[in-house]
């Protein structure tokens, strides 16, 4: 039987795959258009997201909006996951177990998408998604094709907070992620106000 998003979400709210539930006070399952094109990854959530159980909704979610508004994007355009759903205690990055007790319900969120697009947002999220190598620093902003979906990485919100620095090459990684949109998305209408 082919999963359905109210099922997916019931099922991934009573999970106790891995020992994240003990320590979660909701499960942060994604937000966003359920059409999307454009599927946004990030690791797992952090405090706010953990209280509010939807993900980056603290300061590197306010980024990350404002990241999506300089292309013409925002978050009803996209739909917004992490790679686990539960927080890690202290946000440590999450550990190999749980990555692999949660990877079957983003999977099947990726089924019910089929987007055209997958960002990782943050290394995490693209060793997870694009390949077990990736780094971050050398390959941000290049492309990848998986099951003829076109994938990318940039850096995560939350890096930018720490290291301003890197926000001119996110800005041309964010730039490429338009231009893609553009070349291949057809029920994504970006604003025109940029």
Known sequence: MADSWAELKKECQQCRGCALWETRTHVVFGTGWENAEILLIGEGPGQHEDEQGVPFVGRAGELLDDMLEMIGLDRTKVYIANVVKCRPPQNRDPLNVEQD???GFLRRQTALLRPRIIVCL???AAKAIIKADFRITAEHGQWFTRSGVQMTAIYH???LLRDPAKR???FVDLKSIQAKVQ???TRTELKRDW
């Open 101 to 103: 007790a949660c990877m």
């Open 122 to 124: 943050g290394r995490i």
């Open 157 to 159: 919100p939350a890096a």
């Open 168 to 170: 001119p090459e996110t």
């Open 183 to 185: 070349e291949i998305c």
